[in-house]
Structures are given as C-alpha cells and as structure tokens.
C-alpha cells in the first residue's frame, strides 16, 4: 500500500467515524494512548472501504463503537475535502447510524 492509499484510508476512516458522536463518552474521557489504539482498529477494520467495498460486520462495529473526541480532531478541513461527504454519511447511515445535520467532524464546533 502506497502512501496515498494510506492518508486516503485516514481520510475515510476519520469521516466513517464522524457518527460516533452518539456514542456515550467515557466519564473520565480517553486518554491519548486509548484513542490512538481505537484509531489503529478502526482503520485495520475498515480498510477495504478505500477501495470500494462495502463496509464489513467489523468494521460498522467499530464505527458504532469509536468514540468521537478520539477521531474528530485528526479530521482537518484538508483532509474532508479529498472524500465525499455524501458517500461518507451513506456508510455511517448503513451502519446504522445516524448523521446529525450540520455536524462537522473535526471543526471547533465538534461536540
């Protein structure tokens, strides 16, 4: 895998992850170790996605199960604008999640 199928894969992964904000957040809250492994999984799980295929059980478990303060700020406003957002919201909806309006992952304005 090259390095652009790499930072596609983040890209992707980080914008699959941006429904996680239903997700209850930890009282404690994550520490930076405990997000970067979440990443880590997430991304393994959800690999084939940048190429085209269509999510698996796995992966859409880690899509409901990823918790959003770890994914959101590793999503730039560079880095949403190399995907499309649509097809973004179609996987995190067909994992069965649900997509708040106006929501920006990655944003000042993330949750």
């Known amino acids: 895998m090259n390095c652009n199928s790499v930072f596609r894969l983040w890209v992707l992964m980080s914008l699959i ?3 996680e904000w239903e997700v209850k957040t930890v009282s404690a809250g994550m520490s930076a170790e405990q997000c970067k492994e979440e990443r880590r999984i ?3 799980a959800c690999k084939p996605v ?3 295929k269509n999510p698996s059980a ?3 478990l880690r899509v409901r199960v990823s918790h959003v303060e770890c994914v959101c700020p590793v999503v730039t406003p ?3 604008a190399l995907i499309n957002p649509n097809r973004a919201v179609r996987l995190i909806q067909g994992c069965g999640r649900r997509v708040p309006r ?3 992952c990655g944003s000042i304005t993330t949750p």
């Open 102 to 104: 106006h929501f920006k």
């Open 78 to 80: 560079k880095l949403a």
């Open 50 to 52: 940048i190429y085209g």
């Open 17 to 19: 992850v941006l429904g």
């Open 42 to 44: 997430g991304v393994n």
């Open 58 to 60: 796995e992966c859409c």
